[in-house]
T-cell receptor
Framework: EAQVTQNPRYLITVTGKKLTVTCSQN?????MSWYRQDPGLGLRQIYY???????DKGDVPEGYKVSRKEKRNFPLILESPSPNQTSLYFCASSPAGGNPDGYTFGSGTRLTVV | GQQLNQSPQSMFIQEGEDVSMNCTSSSIFNTWLWYKQDPGEGPVLLIA?????ELTSNGRLTAQFGITRKDSFLNISASIPSDVGIYFC??????????FGEGTQLTVNP
């Protein structure tokens, strides 16, 4: 089944403790992206990647890092999480240059930073 | 980034009622997308619109691409409880990048 898999689904952590949220897709998509969802603000893009070793900042990149060493994986790294990063995070992928209707989203990771 | 303004922010309706929501932008879009997010899941594409003035249906859902290319509308007819969720409009900003509206939270009372 074609899908985007995120892990973990839920995570509670403490301020300053480094964490990684993994994202993997099995559709051979070139494009991958991370969004955060907050009430009243919709989905805001954090980082995106057009292909292996090509990443770029989205609209809200502060406090986050990403890497794209393999086509299928696009982990989101929080080096020193803070409470304002408490949010619902989504990974998405699509074929590069394809129709914008080709996005597939993961099921989300709910992160709480205390 | 480019802003999409979506309204209303939330709606509380009775089962069987029709629903209408819209999305506006200060910039022109060549494509408008409508997504639905079920509780606990990621957004799923409902309808894609590619041409100004286009009207497209998907079951009880109908969406329109505004003539000015700066707005879009989504209508749901005869709502049912499983229509509950958050509805997002979205448009491409460059290449494969999408920008999203703030979302409309729909609650349907049986």
């Amino acid at each position: 089944e074609a899908q985007v898999t995120q892990n973990p689904r839920y995570l509670i952590t403490v301020t300053g403790k480094k964490l990684t949220v993994t994202c993997s897709q099995n559709m051979n998509h070139e494009y991958m992206s991370w969004y955060r969802q907050d009430p009243g603000l919709g989905l805001r893009q954090i980082y995106y990647s057009m292909n292996v070793e090509v990443t770029d900042k989205g609209d809200v990149p502060e406090g986050y890092k990403v890497s794209r060493k393999e086509k299928r994986n696009f982990p989101l790294i929080l080096e020193s999480p803070s409470p304002n990063q408490t949010s619902l995070y989504f990974c998405a992928s699509s074929p590069a240059g394809g129709n914008p209707d080709g996005y597939t989203f993961g099921s989300g990771t709910r992160l709480t930073v205390v | 980034g480019q802003q999409l303004n979506q309204s209303p922010q939330s709606m509380f309706i009775q089962e069987g009622e029709d629903v209408s929501m819209n999305c506006t932008s200060s910039s022109i879009f060549n494509t408008w997308l409508w997504y639905k997010q079920d509780p606990g899941e990621g957004p799923v594409l409902l309808i894609a619109l590619y041409k100004a003035g286009e009207l497209t249906s998907n079951g009880r859902l109908t969406a329109q691409f505004g003539i000015t290319r700066k707005d879009s509308f989504l209508n749901i007819s005869a709502s049912i409880p499983s229509d509950v969720g958050i509805y997002f409009c979205a448009g491409p900003v460059s290449g494969s990048r999408l920008t999203f509206g703030e979302g409309t939270q729909l609650t349907v009372n049986p």
